[in-house]
């Protein structure tokens, strides 16, 4: 059985860090990837604002 694990604040605050990263070179260098980076940023974003 596997059970479902939830990332704790400061993993997804690093890997919210890093999606705003990669999401201002994606608006430079790779505009095909914002809209994928922004939906994760907004998830991202709501799960910290959960908790």
Same mark, same amino acid.
């Given at each position: ?45 709501? +799960?910290?604002? +959960?908790?």
């Amino acid at each position: 059985m596997t059970t479902h694990h939830e990332p704790s604040a400061a993993s997804l605050a690093h890997r919210l860090k890093e999606v705003e990263r990669d999401l201002a070179r994606a608006e430079k260098d790779n505009p095909e990837h914002v809209h994928a980076l922004t939906a994760e940023k907004k998830k991202l974003e709501s +799960q910290l604002a +959960q908790r």
